[in-house]
């Protein structure tokens, strides 16, 4: 115990704080104000990300459902130019409008954007959204068994 706290008055305090007997705050261990106010800027950061990728995947579920059910059908028929299934899935997706990744094109151009770490829960909170799994399991399926 008197090595630890050797080592924290060491780092942290000073003699007169080892002659007194004071213990240094937790605060003063954990960083700079700087370092500890950044850290109810990243929550929010994390949770208005999680926010948007909610909205985008409730919001663009039913287009997706739509899109995945006309790329499906256009996989079924016939491929005259010789374009390949997935090319023609791919088509017939995209020509749905208001799918989930439509809505947050339009929500980053309102500028509700993140980037760099707090873009995983972006897609934490659309991949959580209801039915958005499925969605994606579906195309992952179709994109593996036509490479």
Do not use: C, H
């Not at 499906?72 to 390949?84: I, Q, R, W, Y």
């Not at 339009?106 to 954007?113: C, I, V």
Request: glycine share 12%; net charge negative.
């Amino acid at each position: 115990m008197t090595d630890e706290l050797d080592r924290m008055y060491s780092e942290f305090g000073d003699d007169e704080d080892r002659r007194k007997g004071r213990i240094p705050l937790i605060s003063e261990m954990a960083g700079t104000g700087e370092m500890l106010q950044a850290v109810p800027k990243a929550m929010t950061e994390s949770a208005g990300a999680t926010a948007k990728g909610l909205v985008q995947g409730t919001l663009g579920l039913p287009a997706d459902i739509i899109g995945l059910v006309t790329g499906l059908m256009n996989m079924a028929t016939v491929d005259p130019e010789g374009k390949g299934n997935l090319q023609q899935f791919a088509e017939g997706y995209n020509a749905v409008p208001f799918t989930s990744e439509k809505i947050g094109e339009f929500l980053e151009s309102l500028g509700w954007k993140y980037e760099g770490e707090t873009k995983d829960f972006e897609l934490l909170g659309e991949v959580v959204s209801p039915g958005t799994a499925l969605e994606l399991g579906i195309r992952k399926l179709i994109t593996k068994v036509n490479p």
